[in-house]
């Protein structure tokens, strides 16, 4: 068989693979750990019947391995279950939230990615001049606050103050495109701020990684212009690290979408966790975590997927 | 010791005036932590230096406080997960073989999940103590030292000089202690500088979704969640802790910043 | 001085920028004030040891510094122009132009990701000397005249998928196929093994001849230069030490360190008998590596005498260090077995007893890597004394200052770091705590390759002292056959896993030989001007008559 086919196959099975481990692992966490479901949704003065009650109804009985399976099967079919608080059906609630998370994360890469890339080439070029420097220490500033003081600095100073923006970032399907846009202006904007940092400083590390190889010197002392020396020469072995950071940094977006999700009371995926976690709603918090879970494990893969295609020696084998 | 940068004076500066306000909260703060001592959200006054918060309580007593708790938690999970991931790490690049794989395995399991996700996965069933919050965070963050500890252990295991101790025929613990752990404490002292930060920002972030550092107690992120309605009415003490974290941080990143490099440039020689 | 020349260097000064641990970074000169000149046609030989500025003469020809090279001062003409003073696009017209370079790992310098055509002709095209067309027509024609196979189509392959000596003279095309005036060879065979190395250099040799173009030949390696160049320079500490004609650099050396130079390798020993029992016996030994699936030994069988030297010899790839594994016990062979002081050694180091492992020591290659860096000469050396004798206190110390005695480095010595030492110096250091156990026996693992010439000799010549003192064998790895003509009783030649040859030094040096040593005896270079010619026409009867 073809190698790469070969590598591809086994790089999209191991996925799967941790994919699964990963439902055992949040499956196992939930259910293990102490703490009473049952006893959490009642509360501390709950008569034992009506425990014993609630215990036999979500099945709380059953042997866990056929709870997990049960569990997983569910999944498997889009089933996640009802959620214990509100008796609602978890796929549906998730349906929209997922879609409101995705529309956000999705505008703060289309910003992020390009800009990140654009700055951490800038930096190489004027490496060790001011325009490094002013660009690393404003990441390492930002890097040093976590998202949400980001998010209420910059409510603070531009919605409130300046009033560009609104505060709160609702949004509903009867908004047209831009209205949408409009309300998650800030919100994208914070993400981005976060991300951008990371996914700067990872890049500006690829490429001068790159641009320290031997083959760069070689091109240097054919006398071709910068230009063409990054193009033909570092360009095409940059690829592959240039796409693992910017993956790694998207799955670094799913993360900031939940607290910035709480920041602007967006109704996304993330929102709806953290509520979750609070009022201890362990279905739809191994269904979040399943979700974000599989996102993560994606875009991971995506990753090794580009740099195996992108690696000469398995594209043209001996 | 007399040759330190400036940057990195002013990073230990800062950082040892955070740690000693942490130290001496009680005989710092004006007053009570929990004590109700003025209206809602009165502004900075020669009473109260930084204002009153959500329910009337003095802001500079609730920052002061609020450290101490951050930095305490922030500290011992640091240390759990340091001393669990680097001994664990370290082991598993030593013993090599299956134990090495299965833990290595085990590790890139947990680290499929982002960190934040599975600790709130892992919360929703756990009851929300400081005790717990720092073991959660401690064991969840000690799967990134493992493998830093890990590689570096595992370039040091590769070297000449520790064969030529295996061929003497030393015992594994003198080759952890004596031969690889002295080489492989620079990287992971200053990797400590960032797990701090991390942490702090860490449970920050958990006590501003509520799922941190319970109230009446307080901590920097809990005074965010607190006082976060104001913002709408342009009071800003929600946005204190962002100034001290920011500076806490970025001194330890200074001075973890210089750890690095007296210690890389070092290697080996005495400076 | 004359005006006819392709390249005029008058008081050539260079800085870097250096960053010694605990101090602050800081500029100091690596080359003082170099002068010469360079005909069109001719080659000229820059030799010197590791730091003696070479490289960095040679990319100054093109006004490139390397890292935090700085050229401070002097004049560089090319073609009748100071490039030092010419814009930076004139430069870049220079470069891969007017004067192209060939460096020594061809592997690293070619893309990964481009075929070897694309670079090759990359230059030429760019400076506008040729079509693209024509240019990859020049190519095919370089690639015929360097010997490469299939020269049609070996353009459209990528830089993995050929050998390491097929790259190094695609990287000579990619330096002739502009049609340069001037061609910097950096250490272009230093990289490859012996028996290719003849061939890279004899079509390098060729390559210049025929295209007429002028060359700056950098190596480390006298007998190399002495093949190729017309003018030799030899450096030292960014100095020239002497400046003339082949012919009187390698016959008639003024200065003492160019003598000491030409004459390296010349270490008189005389072979000693076989006596009645070897102290190590390697019995037919099969090895693999474990999750491989074929052997990297065949059957080996050597035997080392008491207080004598067997040197296994051969290239990379022969065996020769995975005999040394299996005989330390760090790779249990499939089959077979050593006899070691008149006991059989368990396979696996991790079962043998302390005497077995005092007894049988091991000095590596690269000495920086084999001491840890966080203790002290002191702790390194008494470790051992310590482990094996149970010394401390003033005792060890005593016995520390003795063995540094035996190396002949002093008691000061003692404090310090491996950091402070010069390479010599740590393999001495080295070699005392081999020698702290009392060892019948020291497996030496290429300790000299990672050297200078002269202090290599150094470490020879304390190597055999040391044998005379302490009566211990040595166990000598090496791919150099000068090295093994200095210090071997008995000589094992290596060649894909096989013992090729075995015996007494004069017999396994004298002919007749079997094809294979005749090779590799016959590709070490000589000191001795038109020794590659000789060596090529000899081969070439050879197979015209067989």
Same mark, same amino acid.
């Given at each position: 068989m073809n190698p790469i086919v070969k590598l591809l196959a086994q790089r999209i099975a191991l996925s799967l693979l941790l994919l699964l481990m990963i439902s055992v692992v949040i499956f196992v966490g939930t259910m293990i750990l102490p703490g009473d479901v049952a006893q959490s949704i009642l509360g501390?003065?709950?008569t034992p019947e009506a425990l014993a009650n609630l215990r036999a109804e979500l099945g709380l009985n059953d042997p866990p391995v056929a709870r997990y399976f049960q569990w997983l099967f569910g999944a498997l079919q889009g089933d996640l279950g009802t959620a214990l608080?509100?008796?609602?059906d978890i796929t549906s609630a998730i349906g929209s939230r997922l879609s409101n998370t995705l529309f956000l994360a999705f505008w703060a890469a289309l910003i992020a990615v390009p800009l990140a890339i654009f700055l951490g080439l800038l930096a190489v070029r004027y490496k060790d001049r001011w325009p490094d420097k002013l660009i690393s220490a404003v990441t390492l500033a930002s890097i040093s606050i976590p998202e949400f003081l980001i998010g209420y600095v910059l409510m603070y100073l531009i919605?409130?103050?300046?009033?560009?923006?609104?505060s709160v970032a609702m949004i509903n399907d009867s908004m047209n495109l831009w209205q949408k846009l409009n309300s998650i202006a800030l919100p994208v904007a914070v993400l981005t701020l976060v991300v951008l940092a990371h996914m700067m400083r990872m890049t500006r590390a690829a490429i001068l990684n790159v641009m320290q190889s031997a083959y760069i010197e070689t091109a240097e002392l054919k006398g071709l212009s910068t230009f063409n020396v990054i193009w033909r020469h570092a360009f095409p072995n940059s690829i592959a690290p240039i796409v693992n950071v910017v993956m790694l940094n998207l799955a670094y977006l799913v993360v900031g979408v939940v607290v910035i999700e709480v920041v602007f009371v967006y109704p996304g995926m993330g929102q709806y966790l953290v509520d979750h976690v609070s009022k201890r709603d362990v279905p739809v918090v191994q269904a979040c975590g399943l979700i974000f879970a599989a996102v993560y494990i994606g875009l991971n893969m995506i990753a090794d997927i580009v740099s195996i295609l992108s690696n000469p020696r398995l594209r043209h084998p001996k | 010791m007399k040759n330190i940068p400036l940057s990195a004076l002013v990073g230990l500066f800062f950082t040892a005036l955070y740690f000693l306000g942490a130290l001496f909260a009680p005989l710092l703060a004006?007053?009570?932590?929990?004590?109700?001592?003025?209206?809602?959200?009165?502004?900075?006054?020669?009473? &109260?230096w930084l204002g009153t918060d =959500?329910?009337?309580?003095?802001l500079l007593s609730r920052m002061i406080y609020g450290g101490r708790t951050t930095i305490f938690i922030a500290t011992v999970a640091t240390i759990i997960s340091f001393t669990t991931g680097a001994v664990v790490g370290i082991f598993a690049a030593v013993a090599g073989g299956w134990i090495d794989q299965v833990l290595s395995r085990f590790v890139d399991l947990i680290m499929s999940i982002p960190t934040l996700i599975f600790a709130l996965v892992v919360l929703s069933v756990t009851p929300v103590t400081v005790p717990m919050l720092i073991l959660v965070m401690g064991l969840l963050d000690s799967t990134r030292v493992f493998r830093l500890a890990r590689a570096v252990a595992v370039d040091i295991e590769v070297m000449d000089f520790v064969e030529a101790a295996r061929l003497r025929g030393e015992r594994t613990a003198w080759i952890i202690f004596r031969e690889i752990l002295p080489n492989a404490l620079s990287p992971l002292v200053a990797e400590m500088g960032l797990r701090f930060i991390f942490m702090v920002l860490f449970v920050s972030t958990l006590s501003f979704l509520g799922l941190g550092v319970q109230p009446p107690e307080a901590d920097w992120g809990g005074i965010v969640k607190e006082n976060k309605d104001g913002i709408v009415y342009?009071?800003?003490?929600?946005l204190l802790p962002a100034f001290a974290i920011a500076t806490l941080a970025i001194s330890v990143n200074l001075v973890a910043d210089w750890v690095l490099n007296r210690t890389t440039s070092l290697k080996g020689g005495r400076g | 001085m004359t005006d006819t020349a392709v390249l005029k260097v008058r008081d050539l000064k260079i800085g870097a920028t250096i960053y010694p641990p605990g101090e602050k970074p800081h500029e100091i000169e690596i080359v003082h004030g170099i002068s010469f000149d360079l005909e069109p046609g001719k080659v000229l030989g820059l030799i010197g040891e590791s730091g003696a500025g070479k490289s960095t003469i040679g990319l100054a020809s093109m006004a490139y510094g390397r890292?935090?090279?700085?050229? +401070?001062g002097g004049e560089v003409w090319v073609n009748g122009r100071d490039i030092l003073q010419s814009r930076h696009s004139d430069i870049r017209k220079l470069r891969g132009g007017e004067v192209t370079y060939v460096s020594q790992s061809a592997a690293a310098s070619f =893309?990964?990701?481009?075929t070897i055509m694309e670079q090759v002709v990359e230059a030429a095209v760019e400076q506008g000397k040729f079509s693209r067309r024509d240019a990859e027509g020049r190519a095919r024609e370089l690639f015929a005249k360097l010997g490469l196979p299939d020269p049609d189509n070996?353009?459209?392959?990528?830089?993995?998928?050929?050998s390491g000596g097929q790259l190094q003279r695609c990287m000579t095309a990619l330096a002739l196929c502009p049609e340069p005036d001037l061609v910097v060879f950096d250490e272009?065979?230093?990289?490859?093994?012996v028996t290719t190395q003849i061939d890279v250099l004899m079509a390098i040799k060729e390559a210049i001849r025929d295209t007429g173009v002028a060359a700056l030949y950098i190596t480390h390696d006298l007998a190399v230069v002495a093949q190729v160049s017309d003018d030799i320079m030899v450096l030292r500490h960014g100095d020239t030490v002497e400046y003339g004609p082949v012919d009187q650099i390698i016959n008639?050396?003024?200065e003492e360190y160019t003598q000491a130079l030409v004459s390296v390798r010349s270490i008189d020993h005389e072979e000693k008998a076989p006596t009645e029992e070897p102290v190590l016996s390697v019995r037919n030994i099969t090895a693999r590596y474990k999750? +491989?699936? &074929?052997?990297?030994?065949?059957n080996v069988n050597v035997d080392l005498y008491p207080g004598q030297t067997l040197a296994v010899v051969g290239e990379s790839g022969s065996g020769k260090s995975t005999l040394a594994r299996v005989i330390t016990g760090l790779l249990p062979p499939r089959e077979g077995e050593i006899h070691f002081a008149g006991r059989t050694l368990t396979p696996?180091? =991790?079962?043998?007893?302390r005497e077995d492992l005092r007894e049988l020591q091991m000095i590596y290659q690269m000495a920086d890597v084999a001491? =840890?860096?966080?203790? +002290?000469v002191g702790t390194i050396i008494g470790r051992p004394l310590e482990f094996y004798f149970g010394l401390r206190g003033a005792k060890k110390r005593q016995r520390i200052i003795e063995l540094l005695d035996e190396i002949e480095l002093?008691?000061? &010595?003692?404090?310090?770091?491996?950091?402070?030492?010069s390479g010599g110096q740590k393999q001495r250091v080295c070699i005392a705590r081999a020698l702290a156990a009392k060892p019948k026996m020291i497996i030496c693992d290429e300790?000299?390759?990672?050297?200078?010439p002269l202090v290599a000799d150094g470490i020879l010549k304390l190597l055999l002292n040391l044998q005379k003192i302490e009566d211990v064998a040595y166990l000598f790895i090496t791919h150099d056959l000068a090295t093994v003509r200095a210090i071997a009783d008995n000589i094992a030649v290596m060649y894909k896993g096989k013992v090729q040859r075995y015996g007494q030094k004069s017999q396994v040096l004298s002919?007749? &030989?079997?094809d294979y040593t005749d090779l590799l005896l016959s590709s070490?270079?000589?000191?001795?001007?038109?020794w590659l010619e000789e060596v090529i026409a000899h081969r070439k009867m050879e197979s015209a008559g067989n």
């Open positions: 501390q003065s709950a608080t509100s008796g609602q919605a409130v103050k300046l009033r560009w923006f609104p | 004006p007053y009570g932590m929990a004590e109700v001592v003025g209206d809602v959200w009165e502004p900075s006054s020669a009473e &109260f =959500n329910i009337g309580r003095d342009g009071i800003p003490a929600a | 890292g935090g090279v700085e050229i +401070t =893309n990964p990701a481009r070996i353009g459209a392959r990528y830089p993995h998928q050929v272009p065979t230093t990289a490859l093994d008639t050396p003024q999750g +491989t699936k &074929f052997d990297v030994l065949h696996d180091f =991790n079962a043998r007893s001491m =840890n860096p966080r203790q +002290t002093g008691e000061s &010595f003692m404090d310090r770091y491996p950091a402070e030492l300790v000299t390759s990672a050297l200078d002919p007749p &030989f079997d070490v270079p000589e000191m001795k001007i038109g």
